[in-house]
């Protein structure tokens, strides 16, 4: 029986230097090129408002106990000492 996706496929023709950039892109975040196309227009999407259902977001593997991580501080610049 064969699985049901709701996954649609396409032919996408990019210039040699942008499958390049792409290329390189996707192995510096560990992804394939489709997983990587596929992020790019999801947070397009997302921050164009256009994306009406967001996916829950992984687990981060840094959490020991499988939820996301809090914000690094460096994210959240500490207020300056009032004098």
Not at 10 to 18: G, Q, S, W
């Amino acid at each position: 029986m064969a699985r049901e996706t709701n996954t649609r496929s396409f032919v996408l023709r990019v210039d040699a230097a942008t499958m390049e950039a792409l290329e390189a892109w996707a192995e510096d975040e560990f992804r394939s090129i489709n997983g990587q196309l596929q992020w790019i227009i999801a947070d397009a999407l997302r921050r164009s408002g256009r994306l009406k259902k967001c996916r829950p977001q992984a687990a981060r593997a840094d959490a020991p106990d499988g939820k996301p991580a809090t914000p690094a501080a460096s994210n959240n610049p500490a207020k300056e000492p009032e004098s």
